[in-house]
């Protein structure tokens, strides 16, 4: 149901695409992976809305931002609802306010906690941090996702302010939407990015999607380390580059290393696509192979060159895309992307005449 209006938006048939897309939503869901169509079904039918020029359009945008307002989707929604608002409403809460009541043992665990971090002893301070019992409140999320962040474990610092967002909606603001989008590795990104000529933002938004800024991370496919690179990419990268003596794994759970093999890779998937970054990220996730053979039976791909906007229906291949991991992967990037430029005060708005993924000098 969801394809059909799909198709039907790419022919320009609105009517008969927003029929589709109401069907779907109006169906009821069996299981999660049809749930995770809600989104694009949702945000497909705005778009058809649009076309129509009908009033629900705006009542259906204000849906998506409420419901899903830290997605692609939700914050395209927003900014182009309410361009002259902050992306991510400011915090008037007091911090201070903020406690936790601590067991003797708690305080005990604390304690250490607080010499582990200042001893720079980050990894022993995320095991003693596991020793706490779970959070019971969004505040308790909110302080354990700080500590988290403190320790340099991102991932579950994630976890804590989704689960304090799930809680209280108030906790949706800037300060605790900053704890999940870290700025790591810092002195190895921008000497990568500066070499390579991407922006260093770009580098964090894929590294978080693909890591969280874990070091050590391995995925189910042996994708290794802060920029998940798999065994073929690595040597096709040595090869490249000339480079003797890496080892594989090992040395990609070295950031340094890691970050200028991911870098590369990435900037030789954008050189291939034209300079456009999300067919790159397509690419990067499923395999340039499989771009290459997908993109290759559509008449309308074969100048990516063209793309380089972000008008709605530029992106309709986004949501076509026969991988759906593919498909979220490009728009969670995306979605991290417009984030990081908006707290590195660099982000110009999605009507700028060059899109807001082009890397600017």
């Given at each position: 149901m969801f394809?059909?209006?799909l198709s039907q938006y790419r022919l320009k048939n609105y009517s008969s695409a927003a029929s589709y897309f109401e069907k779907y939503l109006?169906?009821?869901f069996q299981n999660s992976i049809e749930e995770s169509y809600r989104?694009?079904?949702m945000y497909w039918l705005w778009r058809s809305q649009q076309k129509l020029s009908l009033p629900t359009a705006e009542k259906m945008a204000n849906q998506i931002i409420e419901e899903f307002p830290l997605t692609y989707y939700g914050l395209r929604a927003k900014i182009?609802?309410?361009?002259?608002?902050?992306?991510?409403k400011p915090w008037s809460g007091d911090a201070s306010k903020i406690k936790k009541w601590m067991t003797p043992r708690e305080n005990k665990i604390w304690s250490k906690i607080k010499i582990l971090l200042r001893a720079g002893w980050f990894f022993e301070a995320q095991e003693e941090?596991?020793?706490?019992?779970d959070p019971a409140s969004s505040d308790e999320n909110i302080l354990y996702a700080k500590w988290s962040f403190l320790a340099f474990d991102h991932y579950d610092a994630t976890l804590f302010v989704r689960s304090a967002w799930n809680l209280n909606k108030e906790y949706l603001s800037e300060p605790f939407v900053r704890l999940v989008y870290p700025v790591e590795f810092k002195n190895s990104v921008t000497k990568e990015a500066e070499k390579r000529g991407i922006e260093d933002n770009l580098i964090y938004s894929l590294i978080k999607q693909e890591s969280s800024f874990r070091v050590k991370a391995v995925s189910e496919a042996k994708a290794v380390g802060l920029m998940q690179i798999v065994s073929i990419t690595a040597k096709d990268v040595q090869r490249?580059?000339?480079l003797k003596n890496i080892?594989?794994?090992e040395d990609l759970n070295d950031p340094q290393t890691n970050v200028m093999f991911g870098t590369y890779y990435l900037k030789k998937m954008m050189r291939a696509h034209d300079g456009n970054v999300p067919f790159a990220l397509a690419a990067y996730n499923a395999g340039i192979g499989n771009m290459r053979?997908?993109?290759?039976?559509?008449?309308?791909f074969k100048d990516f060159g063209k793309f380089r906007s972000t008008n709605p229906d530029d992106e309709l291949w986004i949501d076509e895309l026969p991988w759906e991991e593919t498909s979220h992967y490009v728009k969670a990037i995306l979605r991290n992307l417009i984030l990081y430029q908006w707290f590195d005060n660099k982000f110009a708005g999605l009507g700028q005449e060059r899109p807001f993924w082009e890397f600017k000098k």
């Open positions: 394809y059909l209006g109006t169906a009821g989104l694009k079904s182009e609802l309410t361009p002259n608002d902050p992306i991510i941090l596991k020793q706490f019992q490249d580059l000339k080892n594989f794994p053979r997908w993109t290759k039976v559509r008449e309308e």
